[in-house]
Nanobody
């Protein structure tokens, strides 16, 4: 059965770092584009970062550029989001999502394009 499971969230002080993982089971991520999204209390879900099937193309929300890095290890069937210099406004539930892709460098940004979603992991940035 297709499943995505996020992990790595937690409580961190401003300026700290976390690495989120998204592990797939029941299918291989080799032919999927991946996106990371987040939703803060009282706010709508927003895109954070996305990566193409091959990992050769990436894109980031402006507010996280230079601080977050998305990567994938297809051999481990896992996608990562390294988050550095965390700010209180990064506090949210973070979700990973996957959608089948036929292009090695295709970036998919729209949340409605994604077919498979994880349950989310809580990230709290507070002093």
């Amino acid at each position: 059965q297709l499943q995505l499971v996020e992990s790595g969230g937690g409580l961190v002080q401003p300026g700290g770092s976390l690495r989120l993982s998204c592990a797939a089971s029941g299918f291989t991520l080799d032919y999927y584009a991946i996106g990371w999204f987040r939703q803060a209390p009282g706010k709508e879900r927003e895109g954070v970062s996305c990566i193409s099937m091959s990992g050769g193309s990436t894109k980031y929300k402006d507010s996280v550029k230079g601080r977050f890095t998305i990567s994938r290890d297809n051999a481990k069937n896992t996608v990562y989001l390294q988050m550095n210099s965390l700010k209180p406004e990064d506090t949210a539930i973070y979700y990973c999502a996957a959608v089948r892709s036929n292009s090695s460098y295709e970036i998919i940004e729209a949340s409605y394009e994604y077919h498979y979603w994880g349950q989310g992991t809580q990230v709290t940035v507070s002093s």
